[in-house]
């Protein structure tokens, strides 16, 4: 990539694209409101120089053409405002926004800017999601008739290291809560596999005991332009973890179980099952993820399935009032 990578965020997943720009030789600046984490993590990969105000950097560093937008969500609308509007091409960790305040304006001026916008979801680099994507392109069960597709793990055990309740995910001031942090991958890999959602209505919830101003649980009946329901749920609270997908179709099920890397084809009679175990490596996603969008900008590339549109569907999805507040009974 010509030019510095910008990246503002330095909590997991900003260190976590930071390592892969490293890895990738990237020259990179690395920004967090806490200095020191910083200052911690432009040391760790040789970054070229580290800052608190990511306004600050830009006016320091004229080289930057592109940036890794990765602080909590209720940030990043006003953050890639100011990019766009210095004509920086933008890499924005999903969700795009909490509210759809200011995404009108956002979408105006990157176009009058000419910058390449990307939304991070990881999964669509997924080893398992590939897979299965193929299963269901090639067509091996026939017609889709009904999907299931659940995931939830305990908060608490996210990162053991951390004291959950000073998470972004523990808090709605930052954009936490199980819509914004997982339900908004799940939105976008049901469009990914099963087209574009047309109907949809949940409910999200406030469970447990968890120490957090956010629903831990949340569960949704969707409709897509083919006409293929899917139930749709996730939770902060199961001390197993799940991420799991089945798929009923006229010829057959599938069963793909992201967790234990699995992927099952329960064909009408069982002696043509079919089980397989695929390769999976945790970073490869977001290596590839990084890879696409340097792509995108070395070749000039304004759509492409995880532009600005993807990122708007996503957010009117996770922000729909379809989607009702029930209490503890």
Not at 174 to 190: I, N, Q, R
Request: with cysteine; hydrophobic share 40%; net charge negative.
């Amino acid at each position: 990539m010509k030019g510095t990578l910008l990246i503002i965020g330095c909590g997991s997943i900003g260190r976590r694209h930071a390592q892969n720009a490293q890895t990738l030789g990237l020259r990179m600046i690395v920004c967090d409101a806490d200095i020191e984490r910083a200052k911690e993590l432009a040391k760790e990969v040789h970054a070229k120089a580290y800052y608190a105000d990511y306004q600050e950097a830009y006016e320091k560093h004229s080289d930057i053409s592109a940036a890794v937008v990765a602080t909590p969500s209720g940030f990043h609308i006003e953050q890639a405002l100011f990019l766009a509007q210095k004509g920086i091409h933008l890499f924005i960790e999903k969700p795009l926004a909490v509210t759809m305040k200011g995404i009108d304006t956002l979408l105006k001026t990157i176009d009058e800017n000419k910058v390449i916008v990307m939304i991070g979801q990881s999964y669509r680099f997924h080893e398992g999601y590939l897979a299965l994507k193929k299963l269901l392109d090639d067509k091996v069960i026939g017609s889709i008739y009904y999907v299931d597709f659940w995931g939830g793990q305990y908060l608490p055990d996210w990162h053991p290291d951390m004291d959950y309740r000073t998470e972004y995910a523990a808090q709605e001031k930052l954009g936490g809560g199980v819509l914004f942090t997982s339900m908004s991958h799940m939105f976008d890999s049901v469009q990914f596999f099963f087209g574009e959602v047309v109907d949809l209505s949940g409910w999200k919830a406030r469970l447990s005991d968890l120490e957090i101003d956010v629903e831990d649980s949340v569960f949704c009946l969707i409709k897509t332009a083919r006409n293929i329901i899917v139930q749709c749920q996730s939770n902060f609270l199961q001390r197993s973890p799940e991420h799991r997908m089945m798929i009923v179709g006229e010829h057959g099920t599938i069963d793909a179980d992201f967790v234990r890397h699995t992927i099952s084809l329960l064909r009408k009679t069982s002696e043509n099952n079919e089980i397989t175990s695929y390769a999976f490596e945790p970073n490869k996603r977001y290596i590839e993820e990084l890879k696409h969008f340097l792509s995108l900008v070395a070749n000039g590339t304004f759509e492409h399935d995880l532009d600005i549109h993807t990122g708007i569907r996503v957010v009117e999805l996770i922000t729909s009032n379809k989607i009702s507040a029930i209490t503890k009974i």
